[in-house]
């Protein structure tokens, strides 16, 4: 199965503390989500990720923000199921390859998405997807970019999420508003927006 068609929504989340990782986590699960990105912006984002894969299996836990080859080494190690990375140098690419797993490589422009179609990707991550144009400007690559699919992610909220979702080249959004609350009940809404 595609990373894209697991959810309408991928919580991305930034988490301070390792020890709310898993509550988290299963919170989510209940309400419908099985799937979370850990952004690696905390120290804690790695133990974060570990304590997931461990405890929360049924869960497809993913590393954010992979900007660098170490990163990816790293977070493969912990036991990350997928990586993103917000662009897409060479180095970085090359790194996540080598892991072996499945990855959403970023995109803002239409050139860094045709380089990225031509080293045989096809679903990618649109980043940061309100500050590049959002929804329209998705709408007006896919005619040129049929063959391309993304996750829009940076700064879509529960509101703005359907117009990103009814749009043939949108598989999934990623959205941070699921952890501003109640996690279970805004992830059975994120849940039911598909």
């Keep these: 199965m595609s990373l894209l068609d697991i959810s309408p929504v991928v919580p991305v ?44 299996p049924e869960t497809v836990v993913g590393a954010g923000t992979v900007t660098t080859p170490e990163l990816a080494a790293e977070a493969a190690k912990a036991g990350a199921r997928f990586l ?33 179609a031509e080293r045989g990707f096809t679903e990618l991550k649109f980043f940061p997807a309100e500050a590049a144009g959002g929804a329209p400007y998705l709408k007006s690559i896919a005619g040129p970019l049929p063959g391309l699919r993304f996750c829009p992610t940076g700064g879509i909220t529960a ?25 279970e009940t805004l992830a059975k809404e994120a849940a039911a927006l598909r």
């Design 84 to 116: 993103v990375t917000p662009g897409a140098t060479d180095r970085v690419l090359d790194a996540v390859a080598d892991t072996g797993l499945p990855s959403l490589p970023g995109a803002a422009t239409v050139s860094e998405a045709m380089r990225l």
């Design 13 to 56: 989340v930034v988490i301070d503390d390792a020890d709310a990782a898993v509550p988290l986590a299963q919170a989510l699960l209940r309400g419908g989500i099985g799937i979370i990105e850990v952004t690696l912006r905390t120290p804690a984002a790695l133990g974060a990720i570990e304590r997931i894969a461990a405890e929360v």
């Design 159 to 183: 509101a703005t999420a359907p117009k990103y979702l009814a749009l043939p080249n949108v598989g999934c959004v990623g959205g941070s508003w699921l952890t501003s609350g109640d996690v």
